[in-house]
């Protein structure tokens, strides 16, 4: 299971503070888990993460390698904002299963299930978390989410990670124009993949690069395309490649 840290936010001004700061509406956390992500102010991936309400404070579920950079690229933010920082000394719960009292729906796809914040660690459950994700083309941190990464052509608001109608945030200029762009050149896409290849294998449509190999499981993967260099068949090392799914359309 990918190692988490969770942050817990609290003061007066956390929540103005995080609104300013987030691709989402931090409105939300009252009615559940939040996604969300900041970006640099050219609108690249910095980081995503999980809010979720704690009484008078906001607990924040980020990759453990990111924690660092993010608690820095926070206070460096706060400036005189009543808000502090610090670590919630909780391990993150998750599963697919019936959902136990303490557990809020993942906000991104509904068979991703739960997520609870305990005081005790979690034993793996089993689930089989890259199947899910390649299924239903769900980023993950430091894979398919890295610094190069515009969160719109990973399908944040397919994720229900990013919205249009809350105001500004860092980074919100780029991503708006590029909502409002006719079609997505680059971008997440579903593959199926026949042969070996490994993750971070260059794809070649003829002799062009035509994107990267990124997660698989089976027969299937995700992967990062240039949408208009891919005619037909790929290849990865001595894989073929083909794009497969609705995700053909953001070229069409």
């Not at 610090?86 to 991104?108: K, M, Q």
Request: proline content about 4%; aromatic content about 6%; overall charge negative.
């Amino acid at each position: 299971m990918t190692q988490r840290r969770i942050l817990r936010l609290s003061g007066p001004d956390t929540r103005d503070f995080l609104q300013g700061l987030t691709t989402n509406d931090i409105k939300k956390l009252d009615h559940g888990l939040v996604y969300t992500a900041i970006l640099t102010p050219q609108g690249k991936y910095l980081a995503d993460f999980f809010l979720k309400a704690d009484g008078d404070s906001v607990l924040l579920d980020v990759a453990a390698e990111l924690g660092d950079m993010l608690v820095q690229r926070l206070s460096m933010y706060k400036l005189r904002a009543a808000v502090e920082i610090s670590d919630a000394e909780l391990f993150l719960h998750r599963g697919t299963s019936d959902a136990p009292d303490d557990a809020l729906p993942d906000p991104r796809h509904a068979d991703l299930g739960w997520r609870a914040y305990r005081d005790v660690p979690q034993q793996d459950d089993g689930t089989d978390w890259d199947a899910i994700r390649v299924a239903h083309m769900i980023p993950q941190t430091g894979i398919e989410l890295t610094s190069d990464t515009f969160i719109l052509e990973v399908g944040f608001e397919r994720l229900n990670g990013v919205d249009f109608r809350k105001g500004c945030y860092v980074g919100q200029e780029v991503t708006a124009r590029m909502k409002h762009k006719t079609e997505l050149r680059k971008g997440l896409a579903q593959v199926s993949v026949s042969g070996e290849a490994s993750t971070g294998t260059e794809l070649l449509a003829g002799d062009k690069p035509a994107g990267t190999l990124l997660t698989r499981s089976g027969g299937s993967a995700l992967a990062y395309l240039r949408f208009d260099r891919v005619k037909g068949p790929m290849r990865a090392g001595d894989a073929t490649v083909i794009w497969t799914g609705d995700d053909q359309n953001q070229a069409s």
